[in-house]
Structures are given as structure tokens and as C-alpha cells.
């Protein structure tokens, strides 16, 4: 049973660049969410993605957008990075079930970006 | 807004000693509750869950309680292991599909 998986493991950006980070979900699975994880605290959720339309969105600016393909996986893209955009970045994946959403969400490893 | 409080760490115990690490919560209705371990250099995997009150959610020795009565969902082990050192994160998820997190409480077991 595959898990969730992501790329690149780890990214190293200079401020005002841009970055595309990748997700494939669990499988059968077909909701995707993206959290950031500064260093030392809880993950905060940035959006979820399902049926290829934004469904949800956290406390981000709009510098922060995404993607979902028909294939469920999905793209999370950052422009103009600053410092502080460096985090972890956790991609989760859950299952709509007969138009319940299901409340239990399982993550990948994660992409360490760092911003110079 | 919803909002999940943990007792801050790093919690140091000795090997076979008992854990416990408080979670509290702050959600209108009634969330799913959930405790996610972290290892260090890697995502987050789902230790347990539960869904309503006095569910109890139990994993490799671990277990937590779903107390309404004191928004509580605290994380017990009777004898922790070195391999048991990680970040715990609380969270809950108020069936608005996004999961709040608690900030975390770092164990350190020592042999």
C-alpha cells in the first residue's frame, strides 16, 4: 500500500525566487492538504485540494497557490520567497467517501525548503 | 477559533517509566481527536484517533481518552522505550477538513 509520497526531499531558494513543491497521495485517496512547518512549532494548514478545486484555505497570502491533477497528486507553489517561507512542508491525503469527508489525514515525509 | 494546547517540553523520563502528556482542546461541536508522532528528520504518522466522547484511541502501547467533560485528550504509556523519543502533536479536526495542531512535546527517553 503506497503511501504518501513527495519531492523533492530538500530545496535551496534564494529570496524572490519561485518553487514548486510535489505530492502524490496515499493509494485511494483523494484529497490532498498542505501544511508549513516552521522550525519547533505544529503545522499550520496552508489549503486542500480535492476534485482539482481549492476547497479550503489557512491564514496564507496569495503567494502561496496550488494545483490538483486528475490523478489526485498535487502541487503546492511559493513566489517570491522570503526568509521566513523557510519550513517544512507536509503534504497529507485523505478520502470523500459518499460525500463524507473522511477526518483522518496521513502524511508524507515532507520538503525541507530553506531560503537564503 | 479552535485551538489546541499542549504541556510544553522536552519531557526527559528513564526507560519503562510512565508517560503522560496533557492535551487540551478549544473547538465548537464535536471534533475527531488524533496524536501524531514526529521522528526526527520526518513527517508525521498518525499514532491514534478518536471520535467522540469516552472513545479511547490505542496504538503500540499508547493510548488517550476523548474527555468532553475537560476538552481533554491526554497521551498515556505505561513504560516508554529509547525508540519512543519523538515530538507528539495534538490535533483535532472539527469536520471543517482542515486539522488544528498543538505545538508539540518533545520526549526524551533515556536508556
Known amino acids: 500500500d503506497a503511501g504518501v509520497t513527495q519531492s523533492p526531499t530538500h530545496l535551496i531558494k534564494t529570496r524572490g525566487q519561485q518553487v514548486t513543491l510535489r505530492c502524490s497521495p496515499k493509494s485511494g485517496h483523494d484529497t490532498v492538504s498542505w501544511y508549513q512547518q516552521a522550525l519547533g512549532q505544529g503545522p499550520q494548514f496552508i489549503f486542500q485540494y480535492y476534485e482539482e478545486e481549492e476547497r479550503q484555505r489557512g491564514n496564507f497570502p496569495d503567494r502561496f497557490s496550488g494545483h490538483q491533477f486528475p490523478n489526485y497528486s498535487s502541487e503546492l507553489n511559493v513566489n517570491a520567497l522570503l526568509l521566513g517561507d523557510s519550513a517544512l512542508y507536509l503534504c497529507a491525503s485523505s478520502l470523500v467517501a459518499g460525500g463524507v469527508w473522511g477526518d483522518t489525514q496521513y502524511f508524507g515525509p515532507g520538503t525541507r525548503l530553506t531560503v537564503l | 477559533g479552535d485551538s489546541v494546547t499542549q504541556m510544553e517540553g522536552p519531557v526527559t523520563l528513564s526507560e519503562e517509566a510512565f508517560l503522560t502528556i496533557n492535551c487540551t482542546y478549544t473547538?465548537?461541536?464535536?471534533?475527531?481527536l488524533f496524536w501524531y508522532v514526529q521522528y526526527p528528520g520526518e513527517g508525521l504518522q498518525l499514532l491514534l484517533k478518536?471520535?467522540?466522547?469516552?472513545d479511547k484511541g490505542s496504538n503500540k502501547g499508547f493510548e488517550a481518552t476523548y474527555r468532553k467533560e475537560t476538552t481533554s485528550f491526554h497521551l498515556e504509556k505505561g513504560s516508554v522505550q529509547v525508540s519512543d523519543s519523538a515530538v507528539y502533536f495534538c490535533a483535532l479536526n472539527p469536520g471543517r477538513r482542515a486539522l488544528t495542531f498543538g505545538s508539540g512535546t518533545r520526549l526524551q527517553v533515556q536508556p
Open positions: 473547538a465548537t461541536g464535536y471534533p475527531s
Open positions: 478518536a471520535t467522540k466522547a469516552d
